[in-house]
């Protein structure tokens, strides 16, 4: 099984990864030219956060082994998929309470801009070995490892 780990120190905020996940959740197209950042529909599902010590932080999904965001969602939109390990989100089941967001310990969750009743939320991009935040991270900040 494997996840995406994060060295912070080696983060230098060029917002790389953000573009890439744009990018691949894009329905207009996953290249940089059909991407538009005004875009609600499109969010990206990581951020980058700057601390009070003034480092750069990428925050990501940690598919964790104990999920708060699948424990305290009481309506089975956030289950963990048992033979990949990965946490997922169904939008067809979501209530819209918003326990998830609340209760990961991370902030990595958010609600949508646009319609503000879903979740916006990492998929490890489903279709890639690989996925696309890591390999567009020059430095190795985010990177992908067996656990
Ligand atoms: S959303 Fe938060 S609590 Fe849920 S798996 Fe990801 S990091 Fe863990
Ligand atoms: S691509 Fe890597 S270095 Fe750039 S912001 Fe993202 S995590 Fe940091």
Redesign the pocket.
């Known amino acids: 099984m494997k996840r995406i780990k ?1 060295d912070k120190n ?9 573009l ?1 996940c744009m990018m691949e959740h894009n329905e207009k197209g996953k290249d940089i030219y059909s991407l538009d950042l005004e875009d609600k529909s499109n969010e990206c599902r990581n951020h ?1 956060e700057v601390n009070h010590s003034k480092e ?1 932080i ?1 925050i990501f999904c940690r598919h964790c082994d104990e999920p708060e965001c699948v424990n305290t969602c009481m309506s089975g939109a956030m289950k963990k998929n048992p033979h990949t390990g990965y946490v997922e989100y169904d939008e067809e089941k979501c209530a819209s309470c918003f326990m998830c967001v609340m209760s990961c310990k991370y902030g990595v969750l958010k609600i949508d801009e646009e319609t503000k009743s879903k979740i916006v939320k990492c998929d490890m991009c489903e279709n890639r070995e690989t996925p696309r ?1 890591v390999e ?7 990177y992908f490892e067996e656990v």
């Open positions: 994060i080696k983060c230098m905020a060029c917002y790389n990864c953000i890439a980058i750069n990428p935040c567009n991270c020059p430095t190795r900040a985010i």
